[in-house]
Nanobody
């Protein structure tokens, strides 16, 4: 029922930064834990970062820890900020509604359409 739309993906040089946005069709704050995944060609879709329903808790994959941030507003939007981008960050990035209950982010079947991030060397 909830639809998610990502935006902000672009071509960027290695070492640069970008900010991705995920806008839901309805309010998600206080209702849904959300997160970001990436998928490179021929690879599995991998967890990048997650944020709790009220924004109090966050989690990051080791590959982006220390150079990424995740946040959300009080309504429908979530952001992923990435710094010091590397060519290996090149992938389609998807936002998702998920669950932190087990201590590990578990995605639901609700995904956005994805936004392409390409990092040139």
């Amino acid at each position: 029922q909830v639809q998610l739309v990502e935006s902000g993906g672009r071509l960027v040089q290695a070492g640069g930064c970008l900010r991705l946005s995920c806008v839901a069709s309805q309010r998600t704050f206080t209702l849904y834990t959300m997160g970001w995944f990436s998928q490179a060609p021929g690879k599995e879709r991998e967890f990048v970062a997650g944020i709790s329903e009220n924004g109090d808790r966050t989690s990051f994959a080791d590959s982006v820890k220390g150079r990424s941030g995740i946040s959300r507003d009080y309504a429908k939007t979530m952001w992923l900020e990435m710094n010091s981008l590397k060519p290996e960050d090149t992938a389609v990035y998807y936002c998702n509604i998920g669950d932190f209950s087990s201590g590990t982010y578990r995605p639901s079947d609700t995904w956005g359409q994805g936004t392409q991030v390409t990092v040139s060397s």
